[in-house]
């Protein structure tokens, strides 16, 4: 078995009110892109900042490569990179600045460890004199990546870095992940996005505070089930409230211009479905057989209550 780089054991957080952390519990493999998978609330950031040692954990413990993160706080800082959900720049210097003051503070230089950050910071290169404040969403994301990664940290720990930033710029965001690991650097990322979670070795899925499941996207996907069908008809709305009147169905969503429905007995025949349709004025309905998504089987394990 690999070792673990993060390890993180039934930590609890609370909020005056609010439970933010319920007992988590998980392990990030060394070498290993983790996903933390959930919707805005679900305690992912609150998770990240006892791991950077920023908080406390009231319950339970946490270690980064095998040190503390309530005893070795200063030593853990060294050897991470963090990545915050909003932007930790200054505004107010330019790229080069930004990039040599994060150098600086962690002792070591630009030049130093160049390699790793080159294929990112080549694209920064021609705005390098710009005020970090005035660079677009993506440019900020890849300068503060660099800024993460200046000291060649040991685990790379990023919350929500894609949030807010256009489809192509997350693509390539996603890309310059799979670079990092693949120099050896061990990376915890957070992401509202569950399209996103296929990028990753592993995820975990977080909702209130507590995780729904652990494993690798494909295995996740597994856990949903029942046959699922994607059904589109002009009459979305209508349609939508006809099929969720029906005993049979026991999973209905809307996913773009497609329901996802999914039935508790599986071996319902399209012949059914069809009729069913029919009887409801929606023959113009097309129907296919489809593969459960990520999003499919959170929402599906949301709704089961099936919490670890
Ligand atoms: N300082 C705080 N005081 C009170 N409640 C808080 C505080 N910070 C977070 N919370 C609450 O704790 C829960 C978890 O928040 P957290 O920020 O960790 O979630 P998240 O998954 O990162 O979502 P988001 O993307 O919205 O930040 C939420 O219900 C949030 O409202």
Known sequence: MKKSAIHIESISKRYAEVQALDQI?????????????????AGK???????????SAEDGKASILGMDTND???SIRKIIGYM?????LYPDLSVEENL???ARAFDTTME????????????????????SGALSGGMKQKLALCCALIHRPKVLILDEPTTGVDAVSRKEFWQMLHEIKSQGITILVSTPYMDEANLCDRIAFLQGGKILSIDTP?????????QLFAIKSQKKYALTEWLRAWEKVSYCYAFGEYLHIAFSENAIQMNEIKEYLSAGSFSDAEIVNIPPTIEDTFIYLMENGNSR
């Open 25 to 41: 519990s998980l392990d990030v493999e060394e070498g290993e892109l983790f996903g933390l998978i959930g919707p805005d609330g």
């Open 112 to 131: 130093e460890n160049y390699s790793l950050i080159q294929s990112i910071y080549d694209q920064l290169k021609p705005f390098k004199d710009r005020k």
């Open 218 to 226: 494909s295995k996740i996907t597994g856990q949903f089930p029942w």
């Open 45 to 55: 950031t609150t998770l990240i900042k006892i791991l950077v040692t920023l908080f």
């Open 72 to 74: 070795s706080k200063a």
């Open 100 to 102: 040599s003051f994060f």
């Open 84 to 88: 915050p959900g909003r932007f930790s």
